[in-house]
């Protein structure tokens, strides 16, 4: 897989534009359970993401995952920035220029176990692992981008009937059940974005 | 912020709101004096409630002592954005930084006292954690 700088520069785009076209979806399933603030940390987060193109596309792919991820650790705010800030720096630092699939999944599985220290957390728990887990194991079995997202959107609404164990959601005990977790849906989307990109870029 | 007279462990109270963050920060002064280097840090980049990581990094530089630092914190993202500002400090200052599993308001108290009488980071970690003990 190559990436080039335009492919790079709309991969940002994607992943940015995924957070702030659902900023108002993502707040109203944090208030359910969280503290409602969710939605408007993404997107603050990516759009100072976003303040970094030009420039942040130029830099090559491990690189700009890094610099990705410093930005949301430094903007979002919340858990959420130190957690999908780490899986984007742990990504950079994996990852080769050029990777391939092999990479991909080797790259992804330390960026989730990086997370997983972070959160002192693992996959059952109503987090955002309940999405990256599953969907790096389609990742690893070869599923392709359309199975990728696929699975990603499913992992997300498993989230519902889960009793969350960490995170702001778990002080709501079993009220917590009923309800999408508004982390995992967020990097669903992310997912998804970056999906519907790299699949594009497999076919040109 | 941080007196001179000062090898004792320096405190930083971190907070969602920025108004508890000071208020603590306002009891430990009245508490315990000027004898601790003491920072507070509340709310996201925009002001509103919550934490973030420049906030944190700032306020452990302000507190920084060479006895070390210990960090109070509320709710769940002060304790993540909290270690991460930790792993985030030049090498020979991240083993001298320490978050504590305690209450904010009472642990930043009873950290600072602990401190004011010279006592270790380790020391003054675990008194502060005795109120979840």
Redesign the interface.
């Known amino acids: 897989m190559s990436l080039d700088r335009v492919a790079r520069d709309k991969l940002v785009r994607a992943l940015a534009a995924s957070m702030i076209q659902h900023a108002e979806e993502l707040t109203s399933l944090d208030q359910a359970i969280g ?1 409602g ?1 969710h939605g ?2 993404m997107k ?1 987060g990516f759009e100072a993401v976003l303040a970094a193109l030009p420039g942040l596309a130029d830099k090559p792919l491990p690189e700009m995952l890094k610099a990705i991820g410093t930005t949301l ?3 979002v ?7 999908v ?2 899986f984007f720096m742990e990504l950079g630092k994996a990852l080769p220029e050029q990777p391939a699939r092999a990479d991909l999944v080797a790259a992804t599985d330390k960026a989730i176990s990086a997370v997983k220290a ?2 002192r957390s693992d996959a059952g728990q109503k987090t955002l692992l309940d999405v990256l887990v599953p969907v790096q194991t389609v990742l690893s079995e070869g599923g392709d981008g359309n199975a990728i997202a696929a699975e990603a959107t499913r992992a997300a609404f498993r989230t519902i009937p889960m009793l969350a164990i960490r ?2 959601a778990s002080f709501l005990g079993e009220r917590s059940i009923g309800h999408m977790d508004p982390g995992s849906r967020s990097v669903s989307l992310l997912i998804g974005a970056a999906a519907a990109i790299l699949e594009r870029e497999a076919d040109s | 912020m941080s007196s001179a007279s000062s090898g004792n462990v320096g405190i930083v109270i971190v907070s969602h709101s920025p108004k508890i963050a000071e208020g603590a920060a306002d009891m430990v002064r009245q508490m315990v004096g000027n004898a601790v280097p003491l920072a507070w840090t509340g709310g996201d980049v925009d002001g509103g409630l919550g934490t973030n990581v420049a906030g944190i990094l700032e306020a452990i530089a302000t507190a920084w002592s060479p006895a070390g630092v210990a960090i109070l914190v509320d709710l769940g993202g002060a304790e993540t954005n909290s270690e991460m500002a930790v792993e985030m400090l030049p090498e020979d200052r991240r083993a001298r930084v320490v978050v504590c599993n305690a209450p904010v308001v009472e642990g930043a108290v009873i950290a600072a006292t602990e401190s004011s009488g010279g006592s270790s980071l380790a020391a003054v970690k675990r008194s502060a954690e005795e109120f979840y003990a």
Not at chain 1, 77 to 83: D, E, H, K, Q, Y
């Open positions: 503290d603030d408007l940390n603050r650790v430094m903007k705010g919340g858990a959420s920035g130190p957690l800030g780490t972070r959160g995170g702001r």
